[in-house]
């Protein structure tokens, strides 16, 4: 029983299948800025989901999978020797390595406001945070906000999981009670990948401030980094539709309540968890030791200090497998 790796299961939507078919004979070159009818979907999305207000073109990008974007954005944004790129002390490892492959200096923090703004360039935030499920509140969201603008701090959100809150409703940077009605500053990343299980298409968006946008819109330009014409029409029709969102955040809400009971009566505890596609859970003791215990039940999960030392004790339990394998688990468990 894999549960390792978020990487989503259940098929693609039979109507997102379609729009990519439709779209096949397309011999032409893909724009990077996308279709019109790309960019109606990704403004009118971002208004009716995270409730911002007066999306214009130049607020939205499509972008080639939400990882190439985060390991490039900085190199992208000319950063480099001198700068420094701060993220979660527990985080998806893409953001150091994002730091590193430009030669900027990468920081790990527990609370940004807390950090000596000297040289600091970019300032990661991911809520629903990737492993913890931990989301940040809209109070805390306004306080950072508000001091990496005092610094001139350019601030990222990957909100690639703000569909599946379960216990806590995530909020977007954009929304206007956080960044006040201008997006000056900030820059959300979204991913189709686990909402539309389009990860093999690769579809994701970043949306917020104009200038940001227009800088990595000409880089982009010439380093021919389009999504491909076809993924451009599945995106259309993948943001068009709730009804398969609910479907698939139906299935995940299943997955972890099984799961978590299961985990809990085996004697783990859950920490944070209130949204994303992971369970962070914990035996108190070494990460390394946890696995291999459970190995030994056929089971697989992620060492939590692949996320960073401070998850040394705890590992990361993916719902991202099928209700068959969930329920295997949740068997040997029991």
Not at 293 to 316: K, M, S, W
Request: some cysteine.
């Amino acid at each position: 029983m894999d549960l390792s790796v978020g990487t989503p299961v259940d098929p693609v939507p039979e109507l997102i299948q379609r729009a990519l078919v439709a779209a096949a004979d397309s011999p032409g070159y893909p724009t990077v800025w996308g279709t019109e009818a790309l960019r109606d979907a990704l403004t009118g999305w971002v208004e009716r989901r995270l409730g911002a207000v007066s999306v214009a073109y130049e607020n939205v990008l499509p972008v080639v999978g939400s990882k190439e974007l985060v390991a490039w954005l900085p190199t992208q944004l000319g950063l480099g020797a001198g700068d420094r790129v701060a993220y979660p002390r527990l985080a998806y490892p893409t953001y150091e390595v994002g730091a590193r492959l430009c030669g900027a200096e990468p920081v790990a923090y527990d609370d940004p406001t807390e950090l000596d703004p000297a040289g600091l360039r970019l300032l990661w935030l991911n809520s629903p945070s990737n492993p913890t499920g931990r989301v940040l509140s809209k109070d805390e969201l306004v306080r950072i906000v508000a001091w990496a603008r005092e610094h001139g701090v350019l601030v990222l959100s990957d909100e690639c999981y703000l569909e599946l809150g379960w216990e806590a409703e995530p909020v977007s940077v954009l929304h206007p009670d956080v960044c006040g009605g201008t997006y000056e500053g900030l820059v959300a990343v979204h991913s189709l990948s686990k909402r539309s299980n389009l990860a093999g298409y690769r579809a994701a968006f970043i949306a917020g401030d104009a200038a940001v946008l227009g800088e990595l819109l000409l880089i982009r330009k010439h380093g021919g980094m389009m999504a491909p014409a076809p993924v451009q029409a599945a995106t259309v029709a993948a943001l068009g539709d709730d009804t398969h969102v609910t479907e698939q955040r139906a299935r995940y809400a299943k997955r972890r309540t099984a799961l978590r009971a299961a985990l809990e009566s085996h004697g783990f505890r859950i920490e944070h968890s209130e949204a994303s596609l992971y369970l962070w859970a914990t035996r108190e003791e070494p990460c390394w030791k946890t696995v291999e215990y459970l190995a030994e039940l056929g089971i697989l999960v992620a060492p939590g200090d692949f996320y960073g030392p401070a998850g040394d004790r705890f590992v990361r339990v993916a719902l991202t497998a099928t209700d068959e394998r969930v329920a295997a688990a949740v068997e040997r468990l029991s």
